[in-house]
């Protein structure tokens, strides 16, 4: 339906009401004469309060006084020198570092900002260190038995052997422990050469406890996840004394 034009100037003109006056509006921004708000006025003052603003909120620059910059710094929360950084490290490998608290420090990191930095780095980085190290000396085990074996070929013939006969002769701990070293998987195969006995039936000599205390020392983080050389050694060796020194 077609509007009625002149029911809208109607009602528009009804709706329509002198704008009042603002008492909170200053008197310099008012025409003296009329009382009228000069907006042109409020806009020169809102410009000029704006960049006054931005000038003390924008870092000084390369030739402002030394200590107006430490001010700006210290507003921000930036310590005064790299040494006033208190990390909280979440890592062993993530502790405080005076050459990183250097960088951060001429970065303008604050202390908020520079801990960020550290539990990123734990959280993120010792993981993908961790995992890479793994897959280091894994490949380098794998090439220690390679070479042993005599080449790829023959070692995995071998390996399916020594697997078979593990999970028939061994506890699966024991089986587990001794397969993740060469050391291991060359006692392995001694002991599969040798036929000796599985681990279970010898509990009457006293290795019920020894086993214990080998599964133990499996479960410690420096055996499963940092690989430590010699503590995988100890355990590796305790297995081979279990079955009885085999080589």
């Known amino acids: 339906m077609p509007e009625?034009?002149?029911e809208t100037a109607l009602a528009e003109g009804a709706t329509v009401r002198e704008a009042p006056r603002a008492?909170?509006?200053?008197?310099?921004?008012r025409d003296p004469e009329t009382g009228a708000v000069r907006v042109d006025a409020l806009l020169k003052s809102y410009r000029e309060l704006e960049r006054r603003l931005s000038q003390r909120l924008a870092p000084p620059g390369p030739e402002a006084?030394?200590?107006q910059r430490a001010r700006h710094r210290r507003a921000l929360g930036v310590p005064d020198?790299?040494?006033?950084?208190?990390?909280?490290p979440k890592h062993d490998l993530c502790c405080a570092d005076e050459t990183i608290n250097q960088r951060l420090h001429e970065a303008g990191f604050t202390q908020a900002q520079a801990q960020l930095v550290y539990d990123l780095a734990a959280e993120r980085l010792v993981p993908l260190i961790a995992e890479a190290a793994q897959q280091f000396e894994a490949e380098r085990q794998l090439d220690a038995l390679r070479a042993h074996f005599g080449g790829e070929e023959r070692f995995r013939r071998v390996a399916g052997q020594i697997a078979a006969w593990g999970r028939t002769n061994l506890p699966p701990p024991v089986l587990e422990a001794l397969s993740t070293t060469a050391e291991g998987v060359i006692a392995l195969h001694g002991?599969?050469?040798k036929n000796e006995p599985p681990v279970a039936r010898r509990a009457d000599d006293g290795a019920g406890s020894e086993e214990t205390e080998l599964r133990a020392m499996m479960r410690d983080p420096r055996y499963w996840r940092t690989r430590e050389p010699e503590f995988v050694r100890r355990v590796?060796?305790?297995f081979r004394r279990l079955v009885g020194g085999a080589g």
Do not use: C, H, Q, R
């Not at 008492?23 to 921004?29: I, L, N, Q, T, Y």
């Open 65 to 67: 006084p030394e200590e």
């Open 4 to 6: 009625d034009l002149l």
């Open 191 to 193: 002991m599969m050469a």
């Open 23 to 29: 008492d909170d509006v200053p008197e310099k921004f």
């Open 236 to 238: 590796t060796d305790g």
């Open 81 to 88: 020198g790299p040494d006033g950084y208190e990390i909280a």
